[in-house]
């Protein structure tokens, strides 16, 4: 059973396109994760979702939008892409806001912008 | 503001030794502490956690890490690697005390096991 999904797992694209990634967990968590990791291997919260709600807003661009219909999805879009965004990215859930409740992370979508 | 530092970019080890994976921390309050592993092209998976209690926290695959309050450590333990165990290695903090502070990641640190 997967736990952390998201699609898709590659995402190549022309500078200037819109795009969007789509995260689902099915752990019954209610907090949800967008990370940024970078060619070095450098890990970067972007957004965290609690309940639907946007609690954590990293200094991302404005180009970056995330949205959560429900809790059980985080989903990111991304409009007017740039070279630099080309990155792998993370979503992740966990069980709570507090505490020391571990997040599960998701595969990753790899996405190149040319 | 939290902060992890992994000093090593990577870790060399024969299979079959111990290995040590270092991370030291900084948080204002209390932290817990976590360690993840990066296999390529994968998700990160979590290994072990450090919330109170026992200095020594037992975790996935064999590992261990120690918790040293003086020392603001958490170093990733293992007595005897395996090639299997090579990947990237993420050391993470939370302040306990401030909430639902963000969780903080290291730079990594890669760990390659050789035959």
């Known amino acids: 059973d997967t736990a952390v999904s998201q699609t898709p797992k590659y995402l190549v694209t022309q500078m200037g396109n819109d795009k969007s990634i789509k995260c689902e967990q099915n752990?019954?968590?209610?907090?949800m994760y967008w990370y940024k990791q970078d060619s070095k291997k450098f890990l970067k919260i972007m957004f965290s979702?609690?309940?639907?709600?946007?609690?954590i807003n990293e200094t991302v661009p404005n180009r970056f939008s995330p949205k959560s219909p429900d809790k059980a999805h985080l989903n990111l879009h991304i409009n007017s892409l740039e070279l630099g965004d080309s990155a792998v990215y993370f979503c992740?859930?966990?069980?709570?806001?507090?505490?020391?409740?571990?997040?599960?992370f998701g595969p990753g979508t790899r996405l190149t912008v040319l | 503001a939290q902060s992890v530092a992994q000093p090593e970019d990577q870790v060399n080890v024969a299979e079959g030794n111990p290995l040590t994976v270092k991370c030291t921390y900084s948080?204002?309050?209390?932290?817990?502490l976590f360690w993840y592993v990066q296999y390529p092209n994968r998700g990160l998976q979590f290994l072990l956690k450090?919330?109170?209690?026992?200095?020594l926290v037992k975790g996935s695959y064999g590992f261990e890490a120690e918790f040293n309050k003086s020392q603001t450590s958490f170093h990733l333990k293992k007595p005897s690697a395996l090639v299997s165990d090579s990947a990237l290695y993420f050391c993470?903090?939370?302040?306990?005390?401030?909430?639902?502070?963000?969780?903080?990641f290291g730079t990594g640190t890669r760990l390659l096991v050789s035959p």
């Open positions: 992740a859930s966990r069980k709570g806001l507090a505490g020391p409740n571990e997040q599960f």
């Open positions: 752990l019954g968590h209610d907090t």
């Open positions: 979702y609690n309940n639907k709600e946007l609690i």
């Open positions: 948080v204002s309050g209390n932290p817990y």
């Open positions: 450090y919330i109170t209690g026992d200095n």
């Open positions: 993470a903090v939370r302040d306990r005390d401030t909430g639902f502070q963000k969780l903080v």
